[in-house]
């Protein structure tokens, strides 16, 4: 059951959906199934880092490639393991809305506050089409909606309807996945007030925080900045406190991290609009950081002995581990 009405999402939103909503990863066993003891162990490492919500469910945990019951075997061990101790969301790619309800009523029953959706990759094109299949799954489900606005979608929403969607009362924010500072702002200006847009970018959320910002949503940062996440956390808080000045050389002194994954990922991932073999890196990012990963699910391959040497030792050298 939600901690909020229908009536009630917008607002719920606003105050509790804040900081730092991590994407984990799926760690598999060697034979490719789904390593249930390193999920449990994961989420404790998570627990303890002072998580402030976990998404799961989408590109980050390898879902693409996953059997139908893995998807919801993955959902169940994660709530079973939270036990209530941080806020839980979902993401559903599927173009299929009856399948996203099903999802939905599923992970409702497990404790899930909302979802991430993203509109359909296949033949809804349209601006009316796109809004109906929203329509059509928030009038039949209470919890909380955030739309995922990215191009590996195959259409990237646009401004008028965004503004039609967001007055649906359950649809709260929307993951500004286009990866464009300019619309991240552009979308907050024009739309309502009371909507969240998450810039998924932490090299912009200082600056993010003195805009209207107030969430890394479904992204990696929280996670792969390992001892130094205590400096991350310290920079935020500043911000929230008004100390924008006292903030700045906490936040500078975290760019040389953020390049590495920016040269590792983000721009691979801006350059190919998929995730699917650069999930490689954020894997051995996090067990290099003490979190069970284990190997990419075939046909997807593991990076190169090589370049996996050479990512663990800037880690290493970064002094995040």
């Not at 970018?201 to 600056?207: I, K």
Request: aromatic share 10%; charged share 30%; proline share 5%.
């Amino acid at each position: 059951m939600a901690e909020f009405t229908r009536n009630e999402a917008k607002a719920w939103a606003r105050k509790r959906v804040r900081d730092f909503y991590a994407a984990p990863i799926t760690p598999l066993t060697k034979d490719f199934q789904l390593d249930e003891a390193g999920i449990r162990e994961n989420i404790e490492a998570y627990i303890e880092w002072g998580v402030d919500g976990l998404v799961i469910g989408g590109f980050a945990n390898e879902t693409w490639n996953m059997r139908p019951e893995w998807w919801y075997r993955l959902h169940e061990i994660t709530a079973d393991a939270v036990r209530g101790r941080t806020d839980l969301w979902t993401i559903i790619l599927d173009p299929c809305a009856e399948v996203c309800l099903d999802k939905l009523k599923h992970v409702e029953k497990l404790g899930f506050s909302g979802a991430e959706l993203m509109n359909p990759m296949t033949q809804l094109r349209g601006d009316d089409e796109i809004y109906n299949f929203f329509k059509y799954i928030t009038d039949r489900s209470d919890l909380g909606i955030c739309l995922y606005r990215t191009p590996v979608s195959g259409k990237v929403m646009g401004l008028d309807l965004l503004k039609r969607l967001v007055d649906i009362p359950t649809v709260v924010c929307t993951k500004q996945g286009n990866l464009n500072r300019a619309e991240s702002l552009l979308l907050r200006r024009e739309l309502r007030d009371d909507f969240i847009v998450s810039d998924p970018t932490e090299h912009f959320f200082l600056d993010d925080l003195r805009e209207g910002g107030q969430v890394l949503f479904a992204e990696f940062s929280y996670l792969i900045y390992g001892r130094k996440r205590s400096v991350l956390r310290s920079y935020v808080n500043k911000a929230r406190a008004g100390d924008f000045e006292g903030a700045y050389p906490e936040w500078k002194s975290l760019r040389p991290i953020w390049h590495l994954y920016e040269d590792e990922f983000m721009n691979p991932l801006i350059r190919t609009a998929s995730y699917a073999s650069l999930m490689s890196v954020i894997k051995i990012w996090c067990e290099t950081l003490g979190l069970k990963a284990g190997p990419m699910k075939p046909p997807v391959e593991h990076l190169p002995p090589a370049d996996r040497e050479r990512l663990v030792g800037r880690i290493k050298e970064l002094g995040l581990v």
